[in-house]
């Protein structure tokens, strides 16, 4: 080979070499390119993945507290309907003696609505109010009523639960409507168990009304 060829052969390789090397660099800028723009592309969904999750989950939180916020609306509401309800005195019963009616057991005529239930039935407050009286004796009303509970409601009107084998309330003490306050039996002038129960519009013998009637009034049939 001639020293002209083995210059010029040179010089070729090395041009070769200078664009391999260009092509090299090209190459990894590229890749370095789209992997940057892929690493900006994961991070930006990861960041609408995390906006995503943070707004359902205060979506979620807003829902709960309405969901809470009205609960409590709907049990103060449940709790003020109750307050100013009616209810029946027993749960189950026979309709017995009704108000008004004469008859040896009684003095004059009958002065209540008798509801015929096993003894040890429990016997709720009809509605909230004070018990005024409540004892041996009907509660100061007299023997014939033996046990007896008398409540104080708003407006004037009383309540009485009479021939009751056991008393669970005090005089002075609040009770609230379908509250429990004592078992029915059949003490007093009594021919077999049952309760007693009077409306009255004065705390004492003799003030009472129809009792039936007065609970359908207060929209609970009997």
């Not at 509801?115 to 004796?137: I, L, M």
């Amino acid at each position: 080979m001639s020293k002209f060829a083995a210059i010029r052969n040179s010089r070729k390789s090395a041009k070769a070499g200078k664009y391999a090397l260009r092509h090299r660099v090209a190459v990894v800028a590229a890749g370095a390119g789209v992997t940057a723009a892929l690493g900006a592309g994961v991070a930006t969904a990861a960041d609408g993945g995390l906006l995503h999750l943070t707004a359902g989950a205060s979506k979620a939180v807003a829902a709960q507290a309405d969901a809470q916020a009205k609960a409590a609306t709907d049990a103060k509401a449940d709790a003020a309907k109750k307050a100013d309800a009616w209810v029946k005195p027993v749960e189950k019963y026979v309709l017995g003696e009704p108000f008004g009616i004469a008859g040896s057991h009684w003095a004059h005529k009958h002065s209540g609505q008798d509801f015929v239930v096993p003894t040890g039935t429990q016997v709720h407050a009809v509605h909230e109010g004070t018990v005024v009286k409540a004892g041996p004796n009907g509660g100061g009303d007299g023997p014939a009523y033996g046990n007896a509970i008398v409540i104080k409601h708003a407006n004037g009107i009383y309540t009485q639960y009479a021939h009751l084998s056991q008393i669970q309330v005090q005089v002075g003490q609040q009770v609230s409507t379908g509250q429990q306050i004592g078992l029915s039996g059949s003490t007093g002038n009594s021919t077999g168990p049952h309760l007693h129960f009077e409306v009255r519009t004065g705390p004492n013998y003799g003030s009472g009304i129809e009792p039936t009637g007065f609970l359908r009034a207060h929209d609970d049939a009997v």
